[in-house]
């Protein structure tokens, strides 16, 4: 049975809709990729998956044994978490709380469990730093860590390398498919299409279109050409990744190559943009080695679901 099954879900704010028609699941070992317009309700979703806000309409299935305190969380980063007034090992160690409940002290297996994790992030030598004093990206390895004190099988990650420098995004990537290698099913919110599809197995596209498939399906679909070429036109460079088996980009201009002029109705935009993609193609040797040192390339956008 399927970790998370979500059947006609519409979610929002009391009775107004932010989005609708949502249907997928996440199997175990899944990596799903959230994607689509700013204000979309992505993260709207996400909260809904976590049970933090009600569904307007539809239902969400828990199976597998996944129990709600079995969830970690990586929200969004906010100025509000970044000055925040505590050690990085009591932070870390505040994840074990929603897996095992109140209590007044943490047990010798919480601390143990702490840890591990740290040290899975590289953090160990940060442990008694202020949160307050470290850098963003290695404020994002502290909150990674406190989520996986929470599950050993579902991470749930809003807009994770948000803000961050390329060569941190690419080290944020790296983590999160290192997880998901290991084992801890991956949901995860990004507005950079390239690392949805570089590393995502699975891909949720909401918003007017709503989409839900294996990468290579959505690659291979209207919504997901014409917005991957959109993205590429607006970047300066397309963005940079490793790919699983082969170049996504060529499995999108495989066939239907019009298909995303026909939808825009502007032939000359979509030309520049698929003239970038192919680019990027004669460009691959240097890209792949790029990808290979995971330097991945991302702009900083703030995903407003209100």
Do not use: W
């Not at 840890?115 to 442990?127: K, P």
């Not at 290991?182 to 989409?211: C, R």
């Not at 190559?257 to 004669?282: C, R």
């Amino acid at each position: 049975m399927a970790l998370i099954a979500v059947n006609d879900l519409s979610v929002g704010y009391g009775s107004q809709i932010v989005a609708e028609n949502i249907n997928f699941k996440v199997e175990a070992g899944d990596y799903l990729c959230i994607v689509g317009e700013n204000g979309s309700g992505k993260s709207t979703l996400m909260k809904t998956l976590l049970n933090l806000q009600k569904p307007v309409k539809g239902e969400i299935i828990k199976g597998d044994g996944l129990k709600e305190n079995e969830i970690g969380y990586l929200p969004q980063h906010t100025d509000v978490q970044k000055d925040f007034p505590a050690s990085v090992k009591e932070i870390v160690l505040s994840g074990c709380l929603g897996r095992s409940g109140f209590k007044p002290f943490y047990t010798s297996a919480d601390k143990k469990l702490a840890s591990e994790n740290m040290e899975r992030m590289g953090i160990t030598d940060l442990a008694g730093r202020s949160y307050r004093e470290l850098s963003g990206g290695q404020q994002q390895r502290v909150l990674l860590a406190r989520a996986l004190c929470a599950t050993r099988k579902l991470l749930l990650l809003d807009e994770p390398v948000s803000g961050l420098d390329p060569k941190v995004t690419a080290e944020m990537y790296s983590l999160i498919a290192e997880l998901n290698k290991e084992g801890v099913s991956i949901i995860m919110i990004s507005h950079d299409i390239g690392a949805a599809v570089g590393y995502a197995d699975h891909i949720l596209h909401i918003g007017g279109n709503v989409f839900f498939g294996t990468r290579e399906e959505y690659l291979g679909s209207k919504l997901g050409r014409f917005f991957l070429m959109r993205q590429s036109r607006d970047d300066e460079s397309m963005p940079l990744f490793k790919p699983r088996k082969k170049n996504p980009y060529s499995i999108m201009m495989s066939e239907d190559s019009g298909t995303a002029e026909a939808e825009e109705g502007n032939a000359s935009e979509e030309t520049s943009a698929e003239t970038a993609v192919k680019n990027a193609s004669e460009n691959d040797d240097t890209r792949v080695q790029a990808a290979d040192n995971d330097n991945v390339n991302d702009k900083e956008v703030n995903d407003n679901d209100r």
